[in-house]
Nanobody, 118 residues
Framework: QVQLVESGGGLVQPGGSMSLSCAAS????????MGWYRQPPGKQRELVAT???????DYADSVKGRFTISRDNAKNTVYLQMNSLKPEDTAVYYC????????????WGHGTQVTVSS
């Protein structure tokens, strides 16, 4: 089991940057994959970026070249650096952890609001 706590959301102007952090309650080196998802207003939750224990990274097409996911195993923290933000990036951003041990277990943080507006 793992608890995830996101931080770093808020209001930013279009074209601006923002960094999100996700602190895990256990060593993230024992977690198969971690990622960021987002849920825009009135829409379903969608994948933003994931990073697995081997360092493989995947991004949604809509954020490629603008967002960067990274992990710091020593701090048990995953980051999402968001640049060139657009109004359509406005959403609640959720941290996700995937643990595979006999079965697959998925954990979510409570989410942090990111609003891109002038």
């Amino acid at each position: 089991q793992v608890q995830l706590v996101e931080s770093g959301g808020g209001l930013v102007q279009p074209g601006g940057s923002m960094s999100l952090s996700c602190a895990a309650s256990r060593s993230i080196s024992t977690i198969n994959a971690m990622g960021w998802y987002r849920q825009p207003p009135g829409k379903q939750r969608e994948l933003v970026a994931t990073i697995d224990s081997g360092g493989r990274i995947d991004y949604a097409d809509s954020v490629k070249g603008r967002f960067t996911i990274s992990r710091d195993n020593a701090k048990n923290t995953v980051y999402l650096q968001m640049n060139s933000l657009k109004p359509e990036d406005t959403a609640v951003y959720y941290c996700n952890a995937l643990i595979r041990y006999l079965a697959t277990y998925t954990y979510w943080g409570h989410g942090t609001q990111v609003t891109v507006s002038s």
